[in-house]
C-alpha cells in the first residue's frame, strides 16, 4: 500500500510542477505587453495536459486501489 501512496504523491508532485511551469510561462509572456492570445494558448496547452496525463492515470489508480480494498 505504502508505494501505491507514493506513486499517487509523485502524479499530484508532477501536476504542481506542471501548473508551475505554466504560470512562469504566463509570466514571461505578459513581462510588458498585452499579448492575450497567447496567454490563452499556453494555459489552454497546460489544462489539456494536466488532464490527460495527470488526472487520467490517477484516476485509474484511485479505481484500482477502491477495488483491492
Not at 41 to 62: E, V
Request: proline share 1%; hydrophobic share 50%; charged share 20%.
Amino acid at each position: 500500500m505504502e508505494k501505491k501512496k507514493k506513486s499517487i504523491g509523485l502524479f499530484i508532485i508532477a501536476s504542481a510542477f506542471i501548473w508551475g511551469v505554466v504560470i512562469v510561462g504566463c509570466a514571461f509572456k505578459l513581462k510588458g505587453t498585452s499579448c492575450m492570445d497567447e496567454i490563452i494558448y499556453i494555459l489552454s496547452l497546460g489544462a489539456t495536459f494536466h488532464l490527460l496525463f495527470i488526472w487520467g492515470p490517477l484516476a485509474i489508480k484511485f479505481k484500482k486501489i477502491n477495488k483491492e480494498e
